[in-house]
DNA sequence: ATGTAC
């Protein structure tokens, strides 16, 4: 062990060293587990790196809030590091409307149900778009897309839709799609514009700005009091698929080159071998349906809000990325492969991977609170090179599915979202009983691991979300 | 997380 700051440590454990960027409060509340869990992914062959944000908790394989890195010459690829939600992540859209436009709790309603037309919650439900081609979103991403739903395409202001995002496609060979069974890509077209459940959400918020860091949130056009959408999904059916088919093959892969550690859910193939490159090349696909997935959903949002408050209503990008993926980036001068499992990347000022309208600012890091809690948008800083640019991805479980629904009673849910009262926290659906596993009692207090990010001086926060309406699928 | 699952 180390420094006396309390906000880092790096711990020699057998296999090799992991950087905890956390309050020492929030690292011995992560338990035991969790050393355990690096460990294991320490004895993958070239690892270069490895290291856990505040919000790290137990996930499959490995830890939520996990960043991994390897060479790209000699590297490995980790489906169980990537995790079964492949491409999950975030998207922001900024309002020209004030919270105080949305007092009245009727109006939040009937956008809530606007929303819910256009963006069915229900298992199984099919999604509002049907002209789509899927096999265009797979290849392509963004670029795939029609171009009537990326409506700001061929405006002067220059496609913001594909420009403020962290990635509009990722190019592989796209002649692995072939493998995935007809019945998945029927299921995933239908998909298309779908929220998922669990912690996905879409909700309506308002911004409060952040003083210290007024002077970013005017460059990126927000304000004290804007209403701003953000939308919280991933791959569906979809990346599911690709990853159930892709690990068997990984675990064939292993035995055939006795890798292995104590942990049998831990998943890797090199970079360099069949597996491997299937797996690489079917994820990138399954980030592009997230990313036009996201997008779609924010399209459908702004005709909600047309409908409900007149054409003059309008939804502008401010970023979309994802926190759980793998890919190349340079670091450095080195070309490096880097997973991030429930952690997002957050670029500095000046950096060059920030897309160009976010260059001299870094771009917005998204990070969503638990439900009724707030939501972050936050500015990457130069010390967070030291953890890749990597910060948290959101609050972080503490408590299981079950143990929160025998812990959580009804009551006490709907007084968290203040129901009955004017300042409500308008839900999509009366069926609060589903979603009691969704109380903010199952996670960590967001506002703390927000605060260890901003103490590790790895991202600063530019403003705080407060959530006035919420959509969740069931 | 996922049209869940020995």
Not at 81 to 102: F, K, P
Not at 165 to 173: G, I, P
Request: charged share 20%; glycine share 8%.
């Amino acid at each position: 062990m180390n420094s006396n700051d309390p906000y880092y440590r790096r711990i020699d454990l057998p296999a090799g060293d992991l950087h905890v960027f956390a309050h020492d409060d929030l690292f011995h509340a992560m338990g035991a587990k969790v050393l355990e869990m690096a460990n294991n992914n320490l004895q993958i062959p070239n690892i270069r790196y490895m290291s856990y944000t505040p919000d790290a908790h137990v996930g499959v394989g490995t830890c939520i809030g996990t960043t991994a890195v390897w060479g790209t010459e000699n590297g490995f690829v980790s489906p169980s590091i990537v995790g079964s939600d492949i491409g999950c992540g975030m998207r922001v859209h900024l309002t020209n409307l004030q919270a105080h436009e949305l007092q009245d709790v009727k109006l939040r309603r009937k956008l809530v149900k606007a929303i819910e037309k256009r963006i069915p919650v229900e298992n199984h439900a099919r999604g509002y778009f049907s002209d789509i081609r899927l096999e265009d979103v797979l290849r392509k991403g963004l670029h795939g897309l029609p171009g009537k739903y990326v409506p700001d395409m061929y405006t002067p202001r220059k496609a913001t839709s594909l420009t403020h995002v962290e990635c509009s496609r990722f190019r592989f060979d796209e002649s692995e799609l072939d493998r995935i069974p007809e019945q998945v890509w029927h299921r995933a077209h239908r998909q298309l514009g779908t929220l998922g459940n669990g912690n996905h959400f879409i909700e309506i918020q308002a911004l409060s700005i952040n003083e210290e860091n007024r002077h970013i949130a005017e460059r990126w056009g927000l304000r004290d009091g804007q209403v701003a959408v953000m939308i919280h999904s991933g791959s569906r059916a979809w990346g599911g698929a690709v990853n159930q088919m892709c690990s068997s093959q990984v675990v064939k892969t292993m035995s055939r080159l006795g890798l292995g550690t104590a942990d049998p859910k831990l998943t890797y193939a090199p970079l360099d071998s069949e597996a491997g490159r299937t797996y690489t090349n079917l994820m990138y696909s399954a980030l592009n349906f997230a990313v036009a997935n996201r997008h779609l959903m924010a399209f459908a949002v702004r005709d909600a809000f047309k409908e409900t408050l007149g054409s003059k209503a309008e939804l502008t990008t401010l970023y979309d990325l994802m926190h759980n993926y793998a890919c190349e980036e340079s670091h450095g001068d080195e070309p490096l492969f880097i997973h991030r499992k429930g952690t997002t990347r957050a670029l500095p000022a000046g950096h060059s991977g920030n897309p160009e309208p976010y260059r001299d600012t870094g771009h917005p890091a998204l990070i969503p609170g638990s439900m009724g809690t707030a939501s972050y948008l936050m500015a990457g800083l130069p010390g967070g090179a030291r953890n890749y640019h990597s910060i948290c991805h959101g609050a972080g479980r503490v408590r299981s599915r079950n143990a929160t629904k025998q812990l959580v009673t009804l009551d006490e849910f709907a007084s968290s979202l203040r129901i009955g009262q004017e300042d409500e926290i308008v839900l999509n659906h009366r069926a609060l009983e589903a979603l009691i596993d969704e109380s903010p009692q199952a996670y960590k207090d967001v506002d703390q691991i927000i605060e260890s990010v901003v103490q590790a001086r790895l991202a600063a926060v530019v403003a705080r979300c407060r959530p006035l309406a919420a959509v969740k699928g069931v």
